[in-house]
């Protein structure tokens, strides 16, 4: 079964930034919604930003607000995530999900004090 797959995960210290992709198995603007969730340890699953209505539409969470940015790269069918001034709250596995399809399997981020 053809699944989203998440990548650019890594160890980065506070203020760094990483650009995470999710690549999706078909043509991205046939998929009208794509978000990107995260979850710490211990913690619930919350919602980061997602770009719905085939892209006309973004929203961000409010905790990442300023400083997280997604993208819908039609060249690479893939969404991405630019995340910049990360903070040690921003670490966890971060998923993608998409209209269409469950969550694909994460990718892990981990910001440094």
């Known amino acids: 079964q053809e699944q989203l797959v998440e990548s650019g995960g890594g160890l980065v210290q506070a203020g760094g930034s990483l650009r995470l992709s999710c690549i999706v198995p078909?043509?991205?603007?046939?998929?009208?919604?794509l978000g990107w969730y995260r979850q710490a340890p211990g913690k619930q699953r919350e919602f980061v930003a997602s770009?719905?209505?085939?892209?006309?539409?973004?929203r961000i969470g409010a905790s990442v607000k300023g400083r997280f940015t997604i993208f819908r790269d039609k060249a690479k069918n893939s969404f991405d995530l630019q995340m910049d001034s990360l903070k040690p709250e921003d670490t966890g596995e971060y998923f993608c999900?998409?209209?269409?399809?469950?969550y694909g399997r994460g990718t892990q981020v981990t910001v440094s004090s």
């Open positions: 999900l998409g209209s269409g399809y469950g």
């Open positions: 078909r043509n991205i603007s046939t998929i009208t919604d």
């Open positions: 770009s719905v209505r085939g892209g006309n539409l973004t």
